[in-house]
């Protein structure tokens, strides 16, 4: 322990000793951090001038304290993670877990190329507040991104993080899966307790369920449109992109499918498929935002290269909403 330390201000040795400590004491004890439930994976407001507007962050985070959410993913796609600086990242967990009521959780996406990066990023999230980092898979030389990789890549990481660590496998951006048998694997770790697999392969998701039945192992749905189905077969939440905007009907779906009303879940999420689609992989974050905004939560732009929608596209969003009976 003391040679992970090295290197660090005294001050932040002791609050990593302290989260160690806490880490060590849940496992001796057969514990893992339980994730389940609700999570919008939350969008970074910006000024006109690009910078994080820390002021809109947190308007849209007392709206979102209301909502029976579990708690928030800070930083992962929908936050826009790989255009802020790595200062803006940790800047931003910090502001949220200020924020936000003790009894929410944040999970921090703390994902780089690097197996070393994403250390150094899982212990400044920590640092930060974090009560867990979401590690996206390293894609930039997916080819080479094997099981044999990955599982040496995330252990390196789960080995030195001082919070639990939630894998992520979002090949929709990535071009990669992570591959069923590398998550059976880490899910033996002791300080890898989920995976928020936002493939939408059902499949899949309830093979990884199956094969990791015996492991205190949990699996989150990474969208809305398929949360019903990964309910059915063993997911225990769900991280939303639609939750930023319709997090009441999100969480009203998973209350329906955890006491088994399953009629009522299956109409609800017929309503929510097209808006989703929509705010993810149709159009992206710069639909999230604007539709943020027809609901009452700050949006506004992304940070460029993203682009805003065209007035065809806005058409087309809101139509989205409208015709499920949304706006």
């Known amino acids: ?178 591959p069923v048998d590398a998550v059976v694997t880490l899910s033996q770790h002791p300080n890898i307790v989920g995976i928020k697999d936002s493939g939408g392969d059902i499949t899949r998701i309830a093979l990884i369920i199956h094969k990791t039945s015996s492991e205190d192992f949990q699996v989150l749905a990474g969208s809305a449109g398929f949360l019903l189905a990964a309910y059915s077969v063993g997911a225990v939440g769900g991280v939303c992109a639609l939750a930023n905007v319709l997090g009441q009907q999100v969480c009203q779906l998973e209350e329906l499918c955890l006491t088994g009303q399953w009629e009522a879940a299956k109409a609800l999420q017929y309503r929510l498929i097209e808006p989703n689609i929509a705010v993810t992989r149709k159009f992206g974050v710069a639909a999230l935002k604007q539709a943020m905004e027809w609901f009452g939560y700050h949006g506004g732009s992304c940070r460029f290269p993203l682009q805003p929608l065209s007035e065809a596209d806005v058409r087309v969003l809101r139509q989205d909403f409208s015709s499920n009976g949304w706006l």
Not at 23 to 39: E, K, L, N, V, W
Not at 52 to 58: A, E, P
Not at 84 to 100: C, G, H, I, S, Y
């Open 1 to 178: 322990m003391l040679a992970f330390f090295r290197g660090f201000g005294p001050k932040t040795c002791r609050r990593s000793a302290a989260l160690l400590w806490k880490r060590t004491q849940a496992d001796s004890a057969g514990q893992r951090m339980d994730i389940r439930g609700i999570y919008p994976p939350i969008a970074t407001p910006f000024t006109e001038k690009e910078d994080v507007d820390y002021q809109k962050l947190n308007d849209n985070l007392q709206k979102y304290a209301k909502i029976p959410f579990r708690g928030l993913v800070v930083q992962g796609s929908n936050g826009e993670y790989p255009y802020l600086m790595a200062e803006e990242r940790v800047e931003v967990v910090r502001r949220v877990r200020q924020a936000l009521p003790r009894d929410k959780l944040v999970i921090a996406g703390s994902g780089c190329e690097s197996t070393m990066a994403t250390v150094q990023m899982s212990e400044q999230m920590a640092q930060a507040g974090a009560d867990a980092v979401l590690v996206v898979t390293p894609c930039f030389y997916r080819g080479r991104m094997d099981s044999r990789a990955l599982i040496h890549h995330y252990t390196k990481v789960a080995d030195s993080s001082p919070v639990p660590v939630v894998l992520y496998s979002v090949p929709a951006n990535t071009g990669l899966d992570l």
